[in-house]
DNA sequence: CTCTTTTGTCGTCACTTTGACGATAAGGGT
DNA sequence: ACCCTTATCGTCAAAGTGACGACAAAAGAG
């Protein structure tokens, strides 16, 4: 027996936190189908490109990411006949997490390419082309339970950051307001989520804050509550 | 830009605890490549199937189970160029728990179809053929990670259910022993988790024990600790 | 029919974690 | 100096966990 040949497309799910709040980044798109809309940025994997190497490829094509540093995985596939009318499209997703970029966005690919609140496409299923609202919705939501047991908040921000940067992380992809006492000993009780750098910053303001970076845990236990 | 079209399978993890221990079902290949060699259920996806349907309709085909009632979901989706000699492709992964079936493994497709103890395929990454061993691995992690925060343990046991049954599960598949006392009291008091069904059996031998049925819940909150 | 074995179920207790919140520390701005 | 802001520590009651004692209710042995 045969199989029938399909095309395999590489989407991702690229997220970070500005200003506050989760966004989402979104290409217009510049060709057939759908063009002129909102889309995740994706593209066909290649005849010998391993499917997260063709995420990679497109991470830093949309952002200019250099991508070995930034965190990529899976999320799920959909394959669902008519998703895409150019035929038979299969789409591996994938989700990214980077950290607020000084860099303004430029994509080499894409007509425009921007910073969208993920509250706002969330809200509309309509906002963005193909199947992808359901694609962000599962990428968000596997975003927001990393967040609980894994140290990956740390993703979102610079090497250095402080607790309050990384609760407001926490408070942006969940939405909810954490309280910051409470915060600060379950982040710097569990083994190996931060460790001090010795510095302090006052770059946020009020009584100057320890900086800290990521540590080597992989996981959280006890894994922190969502609000 | 066109894309370069490939094979996409769907592959099976299909998981049941029989005689206390974890089982994967493999089948032995009857057609090349890696002919004569075990390896998970799996097959192409037609060209107006849903990668679920085939998932379900490859399911149906080597356990024939009726596939409704079945828990499955997606695992993660293989792309590596070179997993799979006859070209390019691309292999979505399913999870599949079942009972502990009373019917026999009656494969239409299969050469052969066994339960097998997971244990050993998980130790021996050549024991089944292309790069299936990781799939497993990933299928049933994903399995035992399941089993701490949803109710999903279910799944495994028939319609109706003792606690101790129940117990056996989560053992058998996270190859840890529990406390009676401490599994009871959890289940019981984690709302929505097992409704008590009135009856009482005394198929497990000393004290008659009450059956239950799953419950509503879709998670469990706070979660089951492993070991 | 009584005793023993086997499993089920309830309780107790010390310990840890959580969530709510008071209090103090240490900068900058005026 | 005083106030505003954020950082960080401490306290306390409530809830959850792990270890384990005790009793209940059946089957099987004698």
Chains 1, 2 share one sequence.
Request: charged letters at 25%.
């Amino acid at each position: 027996m045969d199989f029938e040949p399909m095309g395999v497309a590489a989407d991702l799910v690229i997220l970070t936190v500005r200003d506050g709040e989760l966004q989402v980044l979104l290409i217009r798109r510049g060709i057939e189908p759908h063009k002129g809309r909102w889309a995740l940025p994706g593209g066909f994997v290649r005849p010998a490109e391993d499917l997260e190497a063709a995420a990679r490829r497109e991470l830093a094509e949309e952002t200019g990411l250099v991508s070995d540093r930034i965190h990529l995985e899976q999320v799920a596939t959909y394959g669902e006949p008519g998703r895409d009318p150019r035929g038979r499209v299969v789409s591996v997703a994938y989700l990214a997490l980077v950290p607020d970029l000084p860099t303004p966005v430029a994509g080499t690919d894409a007509a425009s390419a921007r910073w969208v609140a993920a509250s706002g496409v969330l809200a509309d299923p309509d906002r963005i082309a193909f199947d992808h609202h359901r694609i962000l919705v599962d990428g968000v939501e596997r975003a927001r339970a990393k967040l609980e047991y894994s140290p990956l908040a740390t993703a979102f921000c610079a090497d250095e950051f402080t607790i309050s940067e990384l609760r407001g992380i926490y408070e942006a992809v969940w939405g909810t307001p954490l309280d910051p006492r409470n915060f600060h000993r379950k982040v710097t009780r569990t083994d190996g989520f931060v460790v001090p750098v010795g510095a302090t910053t006052t770059r946020d303001g009020g009584r100057p804050a320890q900086l800290f970076q990521r540590g080597p845990a992989t996981f959280l236990y006890p894994p922190l509550n969502r609000g």
